[in-house]
């Protein structure tokens, strides 16, 4: 059961990650989420600002006008981060393979996946699309 939710809504724009990444680092830092280790918290900052960065390049192919919306919450053990958006749905690799050092970028799915415990992709029949990353509490 959840213990708390909250909503932020930024336009899909690079400049806008670091208000996302401070609306986690905001709920985290509340009585709710006070078991998470500082470096959990820094790592999922990182996931968000990851999984956002994909969300604008490949999902709104650099658009700035579309909305990404992120809910937060605190589940049981752990905290869930959803960033949900209605551009171009991804697809889940079976593997993330180690990114290749060519210059090119390709380290975001990389990092998401050693940032939290666990990152679900999905997709609504109305077009939402959410990535779902969730990140256990310190004990």
């Avoid at 059961?1 to 690079?14: D, F, P, W």
């Avoid at 180690?98 to 390709?106: F, I, M, W």
């Amino acid at each position: 059961m959840s213990q708390s939710l909250h909503r932020m809504e930024i336009l899909s724009q690079m400049a806008l990650l670091p208000a996302a990444r401070r609306f986690v680092r905001n709920f985290c830092e509340n009585d709710t989420c006070r078991q998470l280790l500082w470096e959990d918290l820094w790592q999922l900052e990182l996931a968000v600002h990851e999984a956002a960065t994909n969300i604008i390049r490949h999902a709104y192919g650099n658009r700035t006008d579309q909305p990404i919306l992120i809910e937060i919450e605190v589940l049981e053990e752990r905290i869930v981060v959803n960033l949900n958006h209605w551009g171009k749905p991804f697809k889940e690799p079976k593997s993330t393979p180690p990114p290749v050092h060519d210059g090119k970028g390709g380290f975001g799915l990389y990092m998401i996946e050693r940032c939290v415990d666990r990152v679900i992709y999905a997709v609504s029949p109305n077009g939402k699309n959410t990535i779902s990353l969730f990140k256990g509490l310190g004990k």
